[in-house]
């Protein structure tokens, strides 16, 4: 769940910087990029770190 949560975030995101008329095409590309690394990276890692876990994991400590 948390995957297409993620994903569907992701997406919303890469659409942010063609709504901003005012930024010139190199830094609208350049932002874009960066939105699909950090989804890249994020998503997997996160993904791989949720799944490890049960639902009865009784080490996770809530402070």
Do not use: C, Q
């Amino acid at each position: 769940m948390w995957v297409i949560t993620a994903s569907v975030v992701l997406l919303l995101s890469l659409a942010m910087p063609f709504n901003s008329g005012e930024i010139a095409t190199d830094a609208k590309v350049s932002l874009l990029l960066m939105h699909v690394v950090v989804g890249a990276v994020l998503i997997p890692l996160y993904a791989r770190t949720a799944s490890g876990r049960s639902k009865n994991d009784s080490s996770t400590t809530i402070v």
